[in-house]
C-alpha cells in the first residue's frame, strides 16, 4: 500500500508501512515509529489513510518545530505523493506508495532513488 522511509538521522533505514489506518510519528515510545531526535515533539505528525483518494495525508500535530513536505511547511492537513520528502526536526522520510517485506527491500528501494536524484558531475 504504502510506507515511510527514514532517509536521514539516527533511525536511518528504518521503515514503517502505512496500510489504511491512522500513523502518529514522534518521539513518544509507545508509537508506531519513535523518532529520537532532540527536535522532534513526542507526537509531531499524523499521518491518515484517505478512502477516498485511496492515498495518505499528513498533518503537523501543533509540534514546536513543525513539519515541512518537500521543504515547504505544512499548516494544514495534505496530501502526500509518491517520492515526497517529509522533515521533522533533524530527521528525514521519505513517502513511498510502495510495500515493503523487510527494512533491506526499504533501504535497497531508497538507495535506488538516491541514484536517479545524483546530478551526472561534468570534469
Known amino acids: 500500500m504504502a510506507?515511510?522511509?527514514?532517509?536521514?538521522?539516527?533511525?536511518?533505514?528504518?521503515?514503517?508501512?502505512?496500510?489504511?489506518?491512522?500513523n502518529v510519528i514522534?518521539?513518544?515510545e509507545a508509537l508506531p515509529m519513535q523518532i529520537l531526535d532532540d527536535m522532534v515533539s513526542r507526537k509531531h505528525l499524523r499521518i491518515r489513510y484517505d478512502e477516498n483518494t485511496n492515498g495518505h495525508?499528513?498533518?503537523?500535530?501543533?509540534?514546536?518545530?513543525g513539519v515541512l513536505i518537500n521543504n515547504r511547511k505544512i499548516t494544514e492537513q495534505t496530501a502526500l505523493k509518491d517520492g515526497d520528502e517529509i522533515?521533522?526536526?533533524?530527521?528525514?522520510?521519505?513517502?513511498t506508495e510502495k510495500d515493503f517485506d523487510d527494512s533491506e527491500?526499504?533501504?535497497?528501494?531508497?538507495?535506488?532513488?538516491?541514484?536517479?536524484?545524483?546530478p551526472t558531475m561534468i570534469e
Open 105 to 118: 527491500s526499504a533501504l535497497s528501494h531508497f538507495k535506488k532513488i538516491g541514484e536517479r536524484q545524483r
Open 3 to 22: 510506507s515511510i522511509i527514514v532517509t536521514s538521522g539516527e533511525h536511518k533505514g528504518e521503515y514503517l508501512p502505512l496500510g489504511r489506518r491512522t
Open 57 to 65: 495525508n499528513v498533518e503537523d500535530m501543533n509540534s514546536k518545530h
Open 87 to 95: 522533515r521533522i526536526g533533524q530527521t528525514t522520510l521519505l513517502y
Open 26 to 28: 514522534g518521539r513518544a
